[in-house]
């Protein structure tokens, strides 16, 4: 099982990004899925994350971005979406996405480290003037 993130690069202040995580492996329907931020000399960031149950679909934000950040994934569940808007410069970064099965997460991501959660390698988020 794998996740692999694309969609990063140099994008200038006010400008929208739309991340990719793709999964292999498994699928986000039956995950709880979200995306990360790490920022060098800072604690890694949960930014949003998406669970499917009974049918439905949550979303959850931080409140920092919740006003210009969109999570998503496509029909197949195979894929997750971070659709940034009005980018800032504190929105640079490496941008990870990670996954952990919806039938052990009690609603708090665990330390990174946990053998739970399936993280990718991230991709970068450049902010220019």
């Known amino acids: 099982v794998q996740l692999v993130e694309s969609g990063g690069g140099v994008a200038h202040v006010g400008d929208s990004l739309k991340l990719s995580c793709t999964a292999s492996?498994?699928?986000?329907?039956?995950?709880?899925a979200g995306w990360f931020r790490q920022v060098p000399g800072r604690e890694r960031e949960g930014l949003a994350h998406i669970s499917d149950s009974d049918g439905h679909r949550f979303h959850a934000y931080s409140d920092s971005i919740k006003d210009r950040f969109h999570v998503s994934t496509n029909d197949a569940h195979t894929t997750m979406y971070l659709h940034i808007t009005r980018l800032k410069p504190e929105d640079a970064g490496v941008y990870l996405c990670a996954a952990m099965d919806r039938n052990v997460f009690d609603g708090e991501w665990p330390d990174p480290s946990s053998a739970l959660v399936i993280w990718g390698k991230g991709t970068l988020v450049t902010v220019s003037q």
């Open positions: 492996g498994f699928t986000f329907d039956t995950h709880v």
